[in-house]
């Protein structure tokens, strides 16, 4: 017995294209970097360490916000390129973009002594715990 197939008309679109200088066009990785923050989340006892990636964005244009136990991460890639040969621009790229993480932690940070540093495109913070209230016995009269 013969196998039974359905036709799919689609399938070969690349013998449709071929005779008509159609190329694939090709996206320059290096020209729009990843919008996408990659985060490393870790715990000691008294405090929490995040890692962030952020490539190519300059120290300046890093923004961090921390409002209780809620963490913000944001940036601007700024990035112009030009090929010149003599006078004549051959070509010219620009590419600008915001990315933004935020996460909530478990516990309440300590705004005032968050510790921010900037090196080879990974953003460290120290986000100390903020002191928890201890509970307070009332002896009753």
Not at 67 to 93: A, F, H, Q
Not at 123 to 131: F, H
């Amino acid at each position: 017995m013969a196998n039974i197939t359905r036709y799919d008309p689609f399938n070969d679109l690349d013998d449709v294209f071929k005779g008509l200088f159609v190329r694939p066009m090709r996206f320059d990785l290096e020209a729009a970097p990843q919008m996408r923050m990659k985060v490393d989340v870790t715990r000691a006892d008294d405090s929490y360490t995040v890692k962030a990636e952020i490539p190519g964005v300059k120290k300046e244009d890093i923004q961090v916000a921390v409002d209780g136990n809620e963490v913000t991460i944001s940036g601007e890639v700024k990035k112009e390129t030009e090929e010149k040969k003599g006078e004549e621009v051959l070509r010219s790229e620009r590419y600008y973009g915001k990315i933004s993480r935020s996460f909530t932690l478990p516990h309440d940070v300590d705004e005032s002594r968050v510790v921010a540093k900037y090196a080879d495109g990974v953003l460290k913070l120290t986000l100390p715990l903020k002191a928890q209230a201890k509970a307070k016995k009332i002896a009753v009269s």
